[in-house]
């Protein structure tokens, strides 16, 4: 368990700068070395991605990093999207299998680690940032279906879905990397609870919650992974070079995605 919690903690640092809530990792780290089931696994995963997003935030806003009034335009179909894939983690979990998930997971990592490898290039080649995008038209159109489509990964995987909302700032906005970053966890400190609560009211991990939360560990780490996200994005800001950051960033989700196709190979092989 204490090893879980270090875990946790470091991952709430070392995405706190990325825009992402650190899912990609928290349910791996709760499913394989807590023990959760899946269905509890997710929730925890999202509570603890709702801290690092409100302490991710809070450094980004203080530090000028935030792009606040075009955040809020995805927020809306982003809280849709969030509900529409707790529902749909809920159907595969109980009436296929929690492999679904894994598999859909891996292959969301996959996309994750290509986009920051392509803008890991970019900056290695010295290639400009492209200019930022006025979100109106057609621009916000496409906007607000990548953000349905970020809630929608949030909800189904217990992720904060920042892997897809830092791309779109980047792609469709013209964000520089800490604009993104901050930008998403506009989004995400407002999307995110929305999938919470609508895990605990459809699959019935409330009360699994609140037996594991008597645990005073339990009790007060959401309250730590704050404090740690809040100085890992600001300390990042200041003081690290983003490459750095995205290429330890690479390297972690590669352990998860080579985790759940463990699993995944697993269950072929006994087929």
Known sequence: MI???????????????????????????LHYIVGFDMHLAIVASLILVWSVALGSRAAHEHDGFTAKKRGKKGIPTAVVGAVIGALVAFMLIEHVSDLVIKAAAAGVLIWVIARAAEKLRMES??????????????????????????????????????????????QFLGLDAHKAAGTSYIIESWMVPVGILTHLFINGT????????????????????????????????????????????????????????????????NI
């Open 3 to 29: 090893g879980a919690v270090i875990l946790i903690l470091l991952t709430a640092f070392s995405f706190s700068p990325l825009g992402l809530g650190g899912g990609a990792l928290f349910v791996p780290i």
């Open 125 to 170: 080649n010295g290639e400009a940032e492209p200019p930022e995008i006025k979100v109106e038209g057609e621009v916000l159109r496409k906007y607000r279906v990548g953000c349905f489509a970020g809630g929608a990964a949030s909800g189904m995987l217990g992720i904060g879905g920042g892997s897809v909302f830092v791309t779109i700032h980047r």
């Open 206 to 269: 409330a009360g699994d919650l609140a037996a594991e939360v008597g645990d005073p560990l339990f009790l007060i780490l959401p309250l730590v992974v704050i404090g740690t996200a809040w100085l890992g994005a600001h300390y990042a800001i200041v003081h690290l070079p983003i490459k750095l950051i995205t290429i330890g960033f690479i390297a972690a989700v590669s352990l998860s995605i080579v985790r759940y196709l463990l699993d995944i190979g697993m269950f072929i092989g």
